[in-house]
């Protein structure tokens, strides 16, 4: 299929769709220069997992691991919402039921106005101070103390899941409901190789809900979906919603 007809496709797919999910990986904030974290220039080429990731990363050097998360905060704030975000916060109004799911920290859909998401590996703006378990908003950019500190004196950590930790669990449960219950769901910008997260698509296809994937290349859920869209999100995203608003007005 060429990619105007898939784009058809897409839009037909959505119009028939009462309930939305839109499930999202590092890919959607890449056009925002947030590197992804696989693939050629991603950050687990660079860096270890193991030693900014992990609980015991933390434990054994706090400094370092904030340093990474304060330079990804830095990136954050620089880059903004892209094109990507902001149209999924406007195609929000055109459904009954619009969810975003996301793998990402960036809180970057929050910012571009979308109302219903479910940030699965928590969020880089929130924080947890270790003594009194308390986890509240911290937004100092970049930070003027690191390692940081709650006003108790303790460690703070980003509130953030880690390799080894276990997933929220409202979060895991909400997200796996609402990919049951879709009638559509548009995969973005995700290698869909992370665990439970993974498995969220295949769940929504498997209840009968139609799949749209935007990637730049094939992932494990090109083999289920009913369309998948090669190129970046922040380009096809805007041409869908264009021409959906353009059907819908049309009452096509
Ligand atoms: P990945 O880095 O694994 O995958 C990013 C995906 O986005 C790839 O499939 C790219 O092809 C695609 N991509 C890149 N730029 C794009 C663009 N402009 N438009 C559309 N697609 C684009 O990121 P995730 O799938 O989010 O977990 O990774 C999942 C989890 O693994 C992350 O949440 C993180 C990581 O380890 C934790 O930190 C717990």
Redesign the pocket.
């Known amino acids: 299929m060429a990619e105007d007809e898939k784009i058809t496709e897409a839009c037909r797919l959505l119009e028939e769709a009462k309930n939305v999910v839109v499930f999202t990986?590092?890919?959607?904030s890449?056009?925002s220069g947030i590197p992804?974290?696989?693939?050629k220039d991603?950050m687990?080429e660079k860096y270890r997992?193991e030693d900014l990731?992990t609980p015991y990363a933390f434990e054994n050097d706090p400094k370092k691991v904030w340093e990474w998360y304060d330079w990804r905060r830095q990136k954050i704030q620089e880059g903004g919402p892209n094109p990507a975000h902001l149209t999924i916060a406007k195609m929000e109004k055109n459904f009954p039921n619009f969810s975003v799911i996301t793998?990402?920290v960036d809180g970057l859909h929050r910012k571009a106005g979308s109302k219903n998401i479910i940030e699965l590996?928590g969020n880089i703006w929130r924080v947890r101070c270790l003594e009194e378990q308390k986890i509240f908003e911290f937004l100092e950019v970049p930070l003027s103390e690191i390692p940081p500190k709650c006003k108790c004196g303790s460690l703070i950590r980003p509130d953030?899941?880690?390799?080894g930790e276990a997933m929220p669990q409202k979060e895991i449960s909400q997200a796996f409901l609402l990919s049951e219950e879709c009638d559509s769901m548009l995969v973005?910008?995700?290698?869909?190789?992370?665990q439970p997260?993974a498995s969220l698509p295949f769940s929504a296809k498997t209840n009968g809900a139609s799949i749209i994937e935007?990637?730049?290349?094939a992932?494990p859920v090109s083999s289920i979906a009913n369309v998948s869209i090669f190129g970046?999100?922040?380009e096809i995203l805007p041409e869908i919603f264009q021409r959906l608003e353009q059907c819908l007005s049309d009452g096509m």
């Open positions: 990986g590092a890919g959607i890449a056009e992804t974290f696989r693939g991603g687990w997992a990731a793998q990402n590996h953030v899941v880690w390799f973005v910008g995700t290698s869909v190789l992370v997260a935007i990637n730049l290349a992932t970046k999100a922040g």
